[in-house]
């Protein structure tokens, strides 16, 4: 396995609240510290990267151009990481929750959905649901978040839509979708939204 590139930012305890944050397409290790800005003060930070490098530049999950690119089998790339990264930070926090733009997001998803104990939240942003082959274990129902533009041409607003459905309807998972008048990126009311959900995230 490659050598996995993070970013550790500690919080104020061993014991604080730790946001696992993740990139989109062609992204690094830096790209998401802008959304950190939104995220409680004294909380920790691990911004992962990528491992796969993106012939457009940065890094990337899996590679949009690739016919034989299979999202649900790179995203175990991730579990892989964190079960190599984690145990390595010398914390114990109180609550671990997600935040992933667009692939970085759909990855999450999919490593929520395999163990929905992982992350007691999760924020998708301007991102998509890949649906479990599985069965997803019951008994946990993470707090999920979706800010989305409904200018978005990458990842429509249908799609994120239809994502939302399957989570609420069919998973149980608390839902809360907020929606800009923008492309793809988080505007105004999806930043708003987000600090609310981080700060929901902490106090409960």
Partial sequence: MIEPVY????????????????HGRAGNVRIMSGISRSLPLGSARLFIQAPVPDPIGGFSW?????????PWQASFALDRILVEILPQ??????????IGFSQGGGVLGMALQRNPRLLKGLALLASFVVRSPEPVPSGAAPDV?????????????????KGARYLTTELGWPTTMVV??????????????????AIRMVME
Avoid at 62 to 70: M, S, T, V
Avoid at 89 to 98: D, K, Q, S
Avoid at 145 to 161: C, K, L, N, Q
Avoid at 181 to 196: A, D, I, N, P
């Fill in 89 to 98: 930070l010398g914390i114990e926090p109180r609550i671990t929750a997600g």
């Fill in 180 to 197: 800009d008048s923008v492309g793809h990126k988080v505007g105004v009311q999806g930043m708003r939204g987000l600090k609310e959900w």
């Fill in 62 to 70: 899996w590679l949009l151009e690739d016919p034989d690119a299979d």
């Fill in 7 to 22: 970013l550790f930012e500690p919080g104020e305890t061993a014991h604080s609240p730790l946001f696992i944050l993740v």
């Fill in 145 to 161: 978040f979706i800010a989305h533009g409904s200018d978005d041409t990458v990842v429509t607003i249908d799609e994120a839509e």
